[in-house]
């Protein structure tokens, strides 16, 4: 591997493709991530209304559904993206996303089509479950080996800053639609303007990710003529373990805490929404920091400490939560969720992208990471949201995230420290 070490792309060159990378990663995980944001309003208009609860189950399952086939799309476009080359594996995801989309924000209605309505909304998240399966590793192998030495974790940290954004951006419009045109009309017709908005995301994103060049790394392995994957499955089963607190502290203290401040402490929709922007907000912050940081004292120190706080907080985090005490509680205990999930998200990328060579690379990386997101996070609001109806607890959902950070620590702690390393 030593005409890989001797690849080295110029500091210009680096910055110029992980911001285009950067700027695509937003808008796709802006049009995957509001459904979430707005499923209490989904649940309103593809389920019957005359059981709340169920209905908001049932669209929390298709959520969790949908991720089911981010281990396909992990497979298949990862493969590509390890044959073919990491870009074009990334324009498809991009124009598969923005499909999905406007699919969602175009489909009738229970009302008007029954039972279709639904399955269509079914579908449209199996195509979008399929593009972030293959997005993710994707995006992060593009970045990690366009990266300059010795900033790796913070380049390939705006990876995770770019999900936050697309996050970011998607809660911040529901939050200021509901905010604007009230409650009322977001669930009558306002949620569908987010998700055709979407669907404007895509042109742009692809015209940015056609516009840079294949990775060093990749075009040297290329010339070599020789794309086979290294062996692997260790670092595959290492990667899904890791990788489940990650996935469930995101999607249960992010995507799933607007309906559960709404549902539970009975916020407001737009106080719940702004709520979740504060966080995402100082997500976004914190997230690069902790990468350059990991580049200093390295990945294990930062991973191994987002773990123990995800260990230790829900308790007494939840535990304010229910206590009443208002509107600026919540924004802070979020807050505070941020910078434990920062912790992990800030260095995450770079440690994964460190575990796999640039043979397979894309492929091992989406789909382990992508099979523990399937399983532990896409299912966590719907987990979630089970367990309190279950146990008649708003305390739950915290044994379901300590669980996950038990699981994680363990297997982070069996690992190299790989911050100093070249890129295999």
Same mark, same amino acid.
């Given at each position: 591997?030593?005409?890989?070490?001797?690849?080295?792309?110029?500091?210009?060159?680096?910055?110029?493709?992980?911001?285009a990378a950067t700027i695509g990663n937003v808008m796709e995980w802006y049009d995957f991530g509001?459904?979430?944001?707005?499923?209490?309003?989904?649940?309103?208009?593809?389920?019957?209304?005359?059981?709340?609860?169920?209905?908001?189950?049932?669209?929390?399952?298709?959520?969790?559904?949908?991720?089911?086939?981010?281990?396909?799309?992990?497979?298949?476009?990862? /493969?590509?993206?390890?044959?073919?080359?990491?870009?074009?594996?990334?324009?498809?995801?991009?124009?598969?996303?923005?499909?999905?989309?406007v699919m969602i924000g175009l489909l009738p209605t229970y009302s008007a089509i029954g039972v279709?309505?639904?399955?269509?909304?079914?579908?449209?998240?199996?195509?979008?479950?399929?593009?972030?399966?293959?997005?993710?590793?994707?995006?992060?192998?593009?970045?990690?080996?366009?990266?300059?030495?010795?900033?790796?974790?913070?380049?390939?940290?705006?990876?995770?800053?770019?999900?936050?954004?697309?996050?970011?951006?998607?809660?911040?419009?529901?939050?200021?639609?509901?905010?604007?045109?009230?409650?009322?009309?977001?669930?009558?017709?306002?949620?569908?303007?987010?998700?055709?908005?979407?669907?404007?995301?895509?042109?742009?994103?692809?015209?940015?990710?056609?516009?840079?060049?294949?990775?060093?790394?990749?075009?040297?392995?290329?010339?070599?003529?020789?794309?086979?994957?290294?062996?692997?499955?260790?670092?595959?089963?290492?990667?899904?373990?890791?990788?489940?607190?990650?996935?469930?502290?995101?999607?249960?203290?992010?995507?799933?805490?607007?309906?559960?401040?709404?549902?539970?402490?009975?916020?407001s929709a737009a106080q719940a929404l702004w709520a979740s922007t504060a966080s995402l907000l100082?997500?976004?912050?914190?997230?690069?920091?902790?990468?350059?940081?990991?580049?200093?004292?390295?990945?294990?120190?930062?991973?191994?400490?987002?773990?123990?706080?995800?260990?230790?907080? =829900?308790?007494?985090?939840?535990?304010?939560?229910?206590?009443?005490?208002?509107?600026?509680?919540?924004?802070?205990?979020?807050?505070?969720?941020?910078?434990?999930?920062?912790?992990?998200?800030?260095?995450?990328?770079?440690?994964?992208?460190?575990?796999?060579?640039?043979?397979?690379?894309?492929?091992?990386?989406?789909?382990?990471?992508?099979?523990?997101?399937?399983?532990?996070?896409?299912?966590?609001?719907?987990?979630?949201?089970?367990?309190?109806?279950?146990?008649?607890?708003?305390?739950? =959902?915290?044994?379901?995230?300590?669980?996950?950070?038990?699981?994680?620590?363990?297997?982070?702690?069996?690992?190299?420290?790989?911050?100093?390393?070249?890129? /295999?």
């Amino acid at each position: 591997m030593a005409g890989l070490a001797a690849v080295r792309p110029s500091v210009e060159q680096s910055r110029r493709a992980i911001g285009a990378a950067t700027i695509g990663n937003v808008m796709e995980w802006y049009d995957f991530g509001v459904f979430g944001f707005l499923a209490g309003s989904l649940a309103l208009n593809f389920f019957p209304r005359d059981d709340p609860r169920t209905s908001l189950l049932n669209t929390f399952l298709i959520f969790g559904v949908g991720l089911v086939f981010r281990p396909l799309g992990g497979i298949v476009i990862g /493969r590509m993206g390890d044959r073919v080359g990491r870009k074009p594996a990334l324009v498809l995801t991009i124009l598969m996303m923005a499909v999905g989309t406007v699919m969602i924000g175009l489909l009738p209605t229970y009302s008007a089509i029954g039972v279709l309505a639904p399955v269509g909304l079914l579908l449209a998240r199996l195509l979008q479950g399929f593009s972030t399966g293959g997005e993710w590793g994707g995006a992060t192998a593009f970045m990690a080996e366009w990266s300059v030495e010795g900033r790796r974790g913070l380049y390939t940290s705006l990876q995770q800053m770019s999900v936050a954004g697309g996050s970011l951006l998607g809660v911040g419009l529901a939050a200021l639609l509901t905010s604007w045109i009230g409650s009322q009309a977001i669930n009558d017709w306002g949620w569908r303007i987010p998700f055709l908005l979407g669907g404007l995301f895509g042109p742009i994103g692809l015209w940015l990710r056609r516009s840079v060049d294949e990775t060093p790394p990749f075009r040297e392995v290329l010339a070599e003529g020789d794309t086979a994957e290294a062996s692997t499955f260790r670092h595959a089963a290492q990667a899904f373990g890791f990788t489940i607190l990650w996935t469930v502290s995101f999607y249960v203290f992010l995507t799933y805490m607007p309906t559960y401040t709404r549902t539970q402490l009975h916020l407001s929709a737009a106080q719940a929404l702004w709520a979740s922007t504060a966080s995402l907000l100082a997500l976004m912050v914190l997230v690069p920091l902790m990468g350059a940081l990991s580049d200093r004292i390295g990945r294990k120190v930062l991973l191994l400490s987002s773990c123990a706080l995800c260990f230790v907080l =829900p308790i007494p985090a939840f535990y304010v939560l229910t206590r009443g005490y208002g509107f600026a509680s919540v924004v802070w205990v979020q807050i505070v969720f941020a910078l434990a999930i920062s912790l992990f998200s800030g260095p995450g990328p770079a440690a994964i992208a460190e575990m796999f060579p640039t043979r397979g690379r894309s492929t091992w990386m989406s789909s382990s990471y992508a099979l523990a997101v399937a399983i532990f996070g896409g299912f966590a609001p719907f987990i979630s949201q089970w367990l309190i109806d279950v146990t008649g607890s708003k305390m739950a =959902p915290t044994a379901y995230v300590m669980a996950a950070a038990a699981i994680s620590f363990w297997v982070i702690a069996g690992l190299r420290e790989t911050a100093h390393e070249p890129l /295999r």
